[in-house]
């Protein structure tokens, strides 16, 4: 098992940036692809990025893609969310999540990762 723990949210004006983090423990950090989530109140969790377990390929959600980055430190057992050019509805609690290299789904299958961390807040005011 791989345990998950979220930092770096906070309150950020519009058009500034912030950088999350995720620090894993447990087992080899490099057996996992991860990824971002993120909830808004009254709103299913949303998949914003994802990362291969060697940090090769990585993908997007539509509304983040050309302001957010995500990498991953392997030797540091760190995950990363560089979130530039926030909007308001950026808001929303964000989520890191762990699932073995060898499951076969998308990045944006929710379902298919096995761990979660519990979630850093980010509030962007207008």
């Known amino acids: 098992q791989v345990q998950l723990v979220e930092s770096g949210g906070g309150l950020v004006q519009a058009g500034g940036s912030l950088r999350l983090s995720c620090a894993a423990s447990?087992?080899?950090?490099?057996?996992?692809?991860m990824a971002w989530f993120r909830q808004a109140p009254g709103k299913e969790r949303e998949f914003v990025a994802g990362?291969?377990?060697?940090?090769?390929?990585?993908y997007y959600g539509d509304s983040v893609k050309g302001r957010f980055a995500i990498t991953r430190d392997n030797a540091k057992n760190t995950l990363y969310l560089q979130m530039n050019s926030l909007k308001p509805e950026d808001t929303a609690v964000y989520y890191c999540?762990?699932?073995?290299?060898?499951?076969?789904?998308?990045?944006?299958?929710?379902?298919?990762?096995?761990?979660w961390g519990q979630g850093t807040q980010v509030t962007v005011s207008s």
């Open positions: 990362i291969s377990a060697i940090g090769g390929v990585t």
């Open positions: 447990g087992r080899t950090f490099s057996r996992y692809h």
């Open positions: 999540a762990a699932r073995e290299a060898y499951v076969s789904s998308t990045y944006y299958d929710l379902d298919s990762y096995a761990y």
